[in-house]
């Protein structure tokens, strides 16, 4: 069976696309330093413990398993860590995929899977956010997801590289079959935080601004379900493996939703009361992020089916209240 490098693959992301890619046939080899990963979530495939900064290391795991394929989901990716630390996301984003993505060409992988982000437009009022957007981030995790897409064209160009870049809006849910789910240290995205809130395990949640120009004063967002996010990687897979061009795709589901609308929903689903408060905004959060592509869709036959908000919300709750990693 043909080897995948799953970096990151004991993330959040990386876990559930290993099951995927296990699902569809294929051998998931993660390759995780455990930093910000966990152990327990590798649970479909070899596990090879390694930095993206250790060349030798990389080496030698592509020597040991020879993947057809790269999916590098290894990377810091909290906004607001990289507006005060943003030497971290150039060094370990950038210089640490320059190392994987130099290891995979010495070692004749020609196919490349990235998660990139739509970070890498910034904020364009009022514009179709399309894969052909101007790409201005705001911050440095941005501009570290867009370093990373300019070197996959250069190494193309090069090397013969070839790369699917999928540029996520906001990743959301846990799979329905509760192996895998959302599990971060320190945590700081919106729903995992509001069912912390809902369950008493942290204090309110904190809206990060209510003076943001939308309809209810808070940031807008559009959010995709992991499984589809994933299935969409397996299409890029394939869509490589069948010779077809470099392509960046979109992956969003073209509805937007305010932070006010994502408690709502979260209090219709869990049945529960969302304790929150009003808080000053996040530094380098875009007021509007929702994608405006439908390329996934005609060109790569991506057909989103869990990604309304509550099939997210509940997945999550259920993972929430069943599901965690000790280590
Ligand atoms: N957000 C919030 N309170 C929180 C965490 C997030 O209001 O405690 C907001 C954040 O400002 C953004 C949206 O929720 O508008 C989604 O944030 P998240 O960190 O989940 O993802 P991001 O959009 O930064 O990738």
């Not at 943003?86 to 984003?93: D, H, T």
């Not at 490349?112 to 970070?119: G, K, L, M, Y």
């Not at 009022?126 to 070197?151: C, F």
Request: proline share 5%.
């Amino acid at each position: 069976m043909a080897h995948v490098l799953v970096t990151g693959g004991a993330g959040y992301i990386g876990s559930h696309a290993c099951k995927v890619l296990a699902g569809a046939g294929y051998v998931p080899v993660t390759y995780d330093s455990l930093v910000t990963g966990w152990r327990d979530a590798v649970k479909f495939g070899p596990f090879e413990q390694g930095d993206l900064m250790d060349r030798a290391r990389l080496d030698e795991v592509f020597a040991a398993y020879r993947p057809v394929a790269v999916m590098h989901f290894a990377a810091l990716s909290q906004v607001g860590e990289a507006m005060t630390e943003p030497g971290r996301y150039w060094s370990n984003n950038v210089t640490g995929s320059l190392n994987l993505i130099q290891a995979a060409v010495d070692a004749g992988c020609s196919d490349f899977v990235f998660s990139s982000t739509c970070a890498t437009y910034g904020e364009h009022d009022n514009v179709v956010l399309d894969e052909n957007t101007p790409q201005l981030p705001l911050n440095a995790y941005g501009a570290s997801k867009r370093a990373i897409e300019d070197m996959l064209r250069d190494f193309e160009a090069a090397h013969g590289l070839r790369h699917v870049i999928f540029r996520y809006f906001n990743v959301a849910g846990a799979d329905p079959e509760g192996e895998v789910g959302e599990f971060h240290r320190p945590e700081t995205h919106l729903i995992p935080l509001i069912l912390d809130a809902i369950d008493g395990k942290r204090d309110a949640l904190t809206i990060h601004g209510t003076d943001y120009d939308t309809p209810d004063g808070t940031c807008i967002r559009d959010y995709v379900h992991v499984m589809d996010l994933v299935d969409a990687h397996v299409l890029g897979l394939k869509w490589l493996e069948s010779g077809k061009p470099s392509r960046a795709f979109n992956l969003g589901t073209g509805t937007g939703f305010s932070v006010r609308e994502v408690l709502d929903h979260a209090g219709v689903v869990t049945n529960r009361p969302v304790p929150m408060r009003e808080g000053p905004r996040r530094a380098g959060d875009a007021t509007k992020l929702v994608s405006g592509s439908v390329r996934a869709l005609t060109e790569l036959g991506w057909r989103p089916a869990r990604s309304d908000m509550a099939s997210m919300i509940a997945d999550a709750w259920r993972w929430h209240q069943n599901g965690a990693y000790q280590s």
